[in-house]
T-cell receptor
């Protein structure tokens, strides 16, 4: 089976940097995704990591350590529109399993 | 190239009625996933299908819920004799290849089911 843990809520200030952590235990691993979901909308893809290390994409970066079962999503230069839920998801043998999501609130 | 299409976007049913949720995957995608999301909660896996095959239904409730993905037409998630606890957003995602590296699952806009 798969178990994915991430904090329920976080608050950060506009312009700052925030790191959202995700730990996982899985019986099979073919990669880890981060999705962003605004309230009432569908999740949208942010990043995919399958090898250890940091992947940078604009203001967003994602890190993976397979040996530790750990990932984080780093958001820089926070904007108000970044207020959303951030979902960590693991691709196991056949299916993608999601964590419960971290609700990020960006304040002025 | 249209994205994943789900309909209806909103569905209201009375307790005891049937709900049918439809999902048309992206063109060229033969794998479909259904997820349920209760208010303020994360996405919970329900079922994974290929054309004419159920690959993994470990997240489906044993009773009242069924899913299919026929050779022609959309994937259907069917909920019989709905109860208030079935009220949720149901998301469909599609991908081109089973479990392939960097296989991004593309999501539809979801169907919001309300049982009254």
């Amino acid at each position: 089976g798969q178990n994915i843990d991430q904090p329920t809520e976080m608050t950060a200030t506009e312009g700052a940097i925030v790191q959202i952590n995700c730990t996982y235990q899985t019986s099979g691993f073919n990669g880890l995704f981060w999705y962003q979901q605004h309230a009432g909308e569908a999740p949208t893809f942010l990043s995919y990591n399958v090898l250890d290390g940091l992947e940078e994409k604009g203001r967003f970066s994602s890190f993976l350590s397979r040996s530790k079962g750990y990932s984080y999503l780093l958001l820089k230069e926070l904007q108000m529109k970044d207020s959303a839920s951030y979902l960590c998801a693991v691709l196991g043998y056949q299916k993608v399993t999601f964590g419960t999501g971290t609700k990020l609130q960006v304040i002025p | 190239n249209a994205g994943v299409m789900q309909n209806p976007r909103h569905l209201v049913r009375r307790r005891g009625q049937e709900a049918r949720l439809r999902c048309s995957p992206m063109k060229g995608h033969s794998h479909v996933y259904w997820y349920r999301q209760l208010p303020e909660e994360g996405l919970k896996f329900m079922v994974y299908l290929q054309k004419e095959n159920i690959i993994d239904e470990s997240g489906m409730p044993k009773e009242r819920f069924s899913a299919e993905f026929p050779k022609e037409g959309p994937s259907i998630l069917r909920i019989q004799q709905v109860v208030r606890g079935d009220s949720a957003a149901y998301f469909c995602a599609s991908s081109p290849v089973q479990g392939a590296a960097n296989t991004e699952a593309f999501f539809g806009q979801g169907t919001r089911l309300t049982v009254v």
